[in-house]
């Protein structure tokens, strides 16, 4: 099994900046991608960004400029600042990771229980 905890959401004002984390833990042979989707009320699940094993990375259009996904060296945990931040981006913020399981080598698709991110004065 693999477990993904998030940290790091809260209430900011707008303008604000805040930074969240995810670490990845468990029966993991390598991860493969990390992202960091959102889901804010009444709206479909979004990819926010993306980054690959190898550091490549994407990002949704609405943040390009303000978010940036990075991670760590043993690609296990990874972060999203989040800079001038907007009361459309209040969301819960969900934690991606596909990986290929140590014991079995199958790939894996593992998601976080989310947290919660408010912008608003």
């Known amino acids: 099994q693999v477990q993904l905890v998030e940290s790091g959401g809260g209430l900011v004002q707008p303008g604000g900046s805040l930074r969240l984390s995810c670490i990845a833990s468990?029966?993991?042979?390598?991860?493969?991608?990390m992202a960091w989707y959102r889901q804010a009320p009444g709206k479909e699940r979004e990819l926010v960004a993306g980054?690959?094993?190898?550091?490549?990375?994407d990002y949704a259009d609405s943040v390009k400029g303000r978010f940036t996904i990075s991670s760590d060296d043993a690609k296990t945990t990874v972060y999203l600042q989040m800079n001038s931040l907007k009361p459309e981006d209040t969301a819960v913020y969900y934690c991606?990771?596909?990986?290929?399981?140590?014991?079995?080598?199958?790939?894996?698709?593992?998601w976080g229980q989310g947290t919660l991110v408010t912008v608003s004065s």
């Open positions: 991606n990771a596909r990986v290929r399981d140590l014991l079995t080598r199958k790939d894996l698709t593992t």
């Open positions: 468990g029966r993991i042979f390598v991860v493969n991608y």
């Open positions: 980054i690959t094993r190898a550091g490549s990375t």
